[in-house]
Nanobody
């Protein structure tokens, strides 16, 4: 059994900061990519940022320079530092992990989604 637990969402004023965390636990053999997506009301879920197990990162154009993704491989945790937040950043943020989980006779691939955490940017 593998699960993701997200934390860190909330209400913040424009220009403020928030830090999201997502911890993976369970029968994990290894984790490849760790990503953050977001979904605003009435819109599709979009990729915000991603980080590989080697530390390579990518960002959506709309958040480049304001958001920073990082990971702690020892704790199977990914973070999203969000600075200079704007009202248009308001959305439910979802953690996404691509991993190999322990299985017999060999590890198997699995894509996991967190439960989502609401970020509201408003004055």
């Amino acid at each position: 059994q593998v699960q993701l637990v997200e934390s860190g969402g909330g209400l913040v004023q424009p220009g403020g900061s928030l830090r999201l965390s997502c911890a993976a636990s369970g029968s994990i053999f290894s984790i490849n990519a760790m990503n953050w997506y977001r979904q605003a009301p009435g819109k599709e879920r979009d990729l915000v940022a991603g980080i590989t197990n080697g530390g390579s990162t990518n960002y959506a154009d709309s958040v480049t320079g304001r958001f920073t993704i990082s990971r702690d491989n020892a704790k199977n945790t990914v973070f999203l530092q969000m600075d200079s937040l704007k009202p248009e950043d308001t959305a439910v943020y979802y953690c996404n992990v691509v991993a190999l989980v322990r299985s017999s006779p060999m590890p198997r691939p699995l894509e996991l989604w967190g439960q989502g955490t609401l970020v509201t940017v408003s004055s």
